[in-house]
């Protein structure tokens, strides 16, 4: 009789949980979302934020604040994001790099990416060009690039702004699979590392469409490639890497919405539901463009396989690298 008693308790409590959640979830949101951008104001997470922001605040009828949390390579946003409470109204916005590659980087992570987070949705994907400086390496494409380095092994330097950045790892990639021999330049961050190609002192690198337009329409630097799959409607021209030959590459950074592990099931499908229909909107797709990026939209699970994906992929990159960074 007791055991039966405790087992109609499980089952009522289990029931009420549920109908709370429910009832939560129909009234959501009713007070101002927050996005974690753990990089500082002005750079493209926090663009893709505020952009998707301003059109979820406007279809949910709820302020977006955007909080940036920046330091230590996305690591101190992203703690404060996977420790919020699960109820829909702290979610991360982060890249690739925060993601996926610093799991293989860092050992001890305050956070794990796919136990501490439910992946919302991808909102673009960041293909990077395969830049050169026309002056120091004079090749058309990459098939020309490829002959000049395997005649010159060792002899042709890249820029990328970081040990362990995205650049670093997506070269890398690209040398694996042409079988050439590039030497490794590391500045830190973008600009400087743009600053050396256009100045000479290197001769090739991995840009996004964003930072180096203005030195493409000037010819200062020729776009030999993208890292994508696809190609850029901005530059319909360039063919990616797959097309030009190495038929496994495809790598890209890319910004994800996050929240943490737990929210409840009808929360997230809203959230995705708003954020697919943002990324799909005329102007977005606009700035997309101009950007040079691509919108990325499927369902949580599909996307959770994406990021799962992701790290996989960069884990085997900086394991044959060997690098870590504690």
Known sequence: MRQAARSAIVVLACLLSFVAASSFAQGYPNKPIRF?????????????????????????????VVDNRAGASGIIGAEAAARSAPDGYTALVADAGTLAINPGLYRKLPFDT??????????VISPHLLLVNPSVLPVADLRELIASAKANPGKINYASYGAGSITHLMTELFTRQGGINLVHVPYKGAAPALQAVVGGQVGMTFLTYGLVKGQIDAGTLR??????????????????????????????GWISCMVPAGTPKDIVARLNDEIGKAVKSP?????????????????????????????????????ALGITLD
Do not use: C
């Open 36 to 64: 974690i951008v753990p990089f500082p104001a002005g750079g493209g997470t926090d663009y893709v934020a505020r952009a998707v922001g301003r059109h979820l605040a406007a279809a949910m009828g709820q302020p977006v």
């Open 114 to 123: 796919l136990k501490d987070f439910q992946t919302v949705s991808i909102m």
């Open 223 to 252: 776009a030999i490639a993208v890292s994508s799959r696809e190609r850029l409607a901005a530059l319909p021209k360039v063919a990616s890497v797959h097309e030009a030959g190495m038929e496994n590459f495809d790598a890209s």
């Open 283 to 319: 102007d977005i797709q606009k700035q997309w463009i101009d950007r040079g990026y691509l919108s990325m939209h499927g369902s949580p699970e599909q996307n959770t396989l994406f990021v799962k994906s992701e790290i996989d992929k960069w884990g085997g990159v900086i394991r």
